[in-house]
């Protein structure tokens, strides 16, 4: 999120928001009843500061939280490739893909983009189209393995500690939320991809500070592990088709 709100808020949402370095899910977890796929798996995480974890250590950040829980149920994943910086939006991290020229496919794909598109007033037409875009590359980079892609919800910035007296009120935040996680999910679901709803949850911050990060604004490791506990049946669930 490139924040511009008093310079505290901008320095953590661009540093942790400007130059980008992002609960509890309420979904009912699958049953695993299949062997455990052997070999090691490839994972490419796409996203912004959500996904790089900022303000938390690496290994605190929710792929990486994935990557741990996938070897508890003895699946190998290889050190998680991410492109993601604190910051961007919808078409920033579509021209980093490009740039990045990446030629590999791997075995699964996380997306979780937007919040910035909301921060800055981002048209929410101009969201869908892109976010559109970067959901069929993600869908490219595994392979044309729709199953093998998973969408994160954007969760609401707006109840942390940081957001008080920012000019917009948190019921304003809240709904922008809303209307762009209601369009990134429409455009999953139709896409036949599976979506992960960790905003409900991600409210609860408001009242528990354990799951906001130093930064007062970011999630915490706390609410990382909650993302990657509600993706990890649904990765061990594609991995074994």
């Not at 949402?13 to 798996?41: H, I, Q, R, Y």
């Not at 304003?172 to 762009?180: G, H, P, R, Y």
């Not at 960790?198 to 130093?214: E, F, Y």
Request: hydrophobic content about 40%; glycine content about 6%; some cysteine.
């Amino acid at each position: 999120m490139r924040f511009l709100f008093p310079a505290i808020l901008f320095s953590l949402l661009s540093s942790a928001c400007s130059k980008e370095k992002n609960m509890p899910a309420t979904e009912t977890k699958p049953l695993v009843t299949t062997p455990a796929p052997s070999g090691t798996f490839s994972f490419l995480a796409l996203g912004d500061s959500y996904t790089i974890g900022e303000s938390v250590m690496q290994q605190e950040s929710f792929p990486f939280q994935l990557q741990d829980l996938l070897k508890q149920k003895n699946v190998n994943v290889a050190t998680p490739q991410i492109i993601a910086t604190t910051g961007w939006t919808t078409d920033e991290l579509q021209n980093a893909i490009k740039q990045a020229n990446l030629t590999t496919k791997y075995d699964f794909v996380t997306l979780l983009i937007g919040v910035n598109n909301q921060y800055r007033g981002y048209p929410l037409d101009t969201y869908k189209k892109e976010f559109s875009a970067l959901l069929q590359t993600a869908i490219n980079f595994a392979n044309g393995r729709k199953d093998h892609v998973f969408v994160v919800s954007i969760p609401d910035w707006g109840v942390t500690p940081s957001a008080k007296g920012f000019y917009k009120s948190q019921q304003v935040i809240a709904a922008e939320i809303d209307s762009f996680n209601a369009a990134n999910r429409e455009i999953t679901v139709a896409a036949g991809v599976s979506y992960t709803d960790i905003t409900p949850a991600s409210r609860n911050a408001a009242t528990d500070l354990g799951l906001v990060a130093k930064d007062g604004l970011h999630p915490s490791g706390k609410m990382y592990a909650s993302w990657a506990s509600a993706l990890s049946p649904k990765v061990l669930n594609s991995l074994n088709q």
